[in-house]
């Protein structure tokens, strides 16, 4: 194992995330100076930006959170679109409720989902695709498909680096790293798309709900969405946010007889927006074991749902604690 990775399971990385949400949330002469440096360090293309003037930014969060310019992320014609920018790390076949983290290496669905074994035996024999969000990426998460909401679960954990390294040197790392895991309901069946917290990851948002964490508990929260208040979202739609880290995880059911948009591998770059599967028999490649390689490098869109981050979350849908994890 090498230092960088040892030295995570020693730092106190709860505090220390704390009190990088807490700097980043601040105005402040501080902040201007944070993005340019951060800016230079990780080559952020702010021609991208919708709002590219770097000093009209108050906060890092705001910087960090920025929307794109319009028509910087066409829709593919495609039944499913990467729902955001970054690496594809992993993806492959759910075997025998299996998911693959790294050469070697593997975690449980139930485990990844908060121990919910119902909830993980709808995607057996399913499929997954993890994609790894490097710094400079744009962190806003976007709907692979059209989906109505049917239950969203806050689940406590580490704060781990979700970097390669930590991938292949953590045991079971996106299951035991926080996350916020949203489950609709779409025209192939169910579909779980798992936001991984990190390191120095301030918070995690959805357009529906605000800001999930902080507050970080050290028990599981879950809100069910009943037919009358469910939330359609397109395909395409914002659908949450980053602020500051990291990896999504997105769980397909058998159902959907799923196939991976050609050429795509673990290591590739994406883009939200760009073809990621579509409907139909699995080919001679895709039946295929999954792959036991690939390692993570390093818009605003158009959608039916216009809502921001806000704090309506208790009128959407009913909390409860939602159990061991």
């Not at 490097?134 to 781990?160: F, K, T």
């Not at 990621?276 to 792959?291: E, I, K, R, V, Y």
């Not at 981050?309 to 994890?325: C, K, L």
């Amino acid at each position: 194992m090498n230092l960088a990775v040892t030295a995570q399971h020693l730092l106190p990385k709860r505090l220390l995330t704390q009190l990088a949400g807490w700097l980043a949330r601040r105005p402040g002469p501080h902040a201007p100076f944070l993005i340019r440096r951060f800016i230079a360090r990780y080559k952020v293309d702010m021609s991208e930006a919708a709002n590219p003037d770097i000093a009209s930014y108050a906060t890092f969060n705001d910087f960090f959170a920025r929307a794109l310019r319009e028509g910087a992320r066409p829709l593919a014609q495609a039944d499913w679109v990467c729902p955001a920018d970054g690496v594809i790390s992993q993806l492959g076949p759910i075997q025998l409720g299996q998911l693959i983290q790294a050469k070697g290496h593997h975690y449980s669905a139930t485990a990844l989902l908060g121990g919910d074994e119902a909830l993980a035996g709808l995607f057996n024999g399913g499929h997954f695709a993890t994609i790894y969000l490097s710094p400079r990426d744009y962190h806003r998460i976007h709907m692979p498909c059209e989906g109505r909401l049917r239950q969203m679960i806050y689940v406590p954990g580490d704060l781990y680096s979700v970097n390669f390294a930590t991938a292949e040197a953590v045991p079971g790392l996106f299951a035991r790293n926080e996350r916020v895991i949203s489950v609709f309901d779409t025209a192939c069946g169910p579909l779980a798309l798992v936001m991984v917290g990190a390191a120095i990851v301030g918070s995690m948002a959805t357009v529906w709900h605000g800001t999930v964490n902080p507050p970080r508990t050290y028990y599981p929260r879950q809100w069910r969405y009943r037919d009358e208040r469910a939330l359609t979202l397109a395909q395409g739609a914002e659908m949450g946010r980053f602020l500051l880290g990291s990896t999504v995880i997105l769980l397909w059911p058998r159902e959907a007889q799923l196939r991976f948009a050609e050429g795509l591998l673990p290591g590739q770059g994406v883009r939200m927006g760009q073809a990621l599967a579509s409907f139909g028999p699995p080919s001679a490649s895709d039946a295929a074991d999954a792959p036991e390689g690939g390692a993570p490098s390093a818009s605003d869109q158009q959608g039916a749902v216009h809502a921001q981050p806000g704090n309506a979350g208790q009128a959407d849908g009913d909390e409860q604690g939602a159990g061991a994890v």
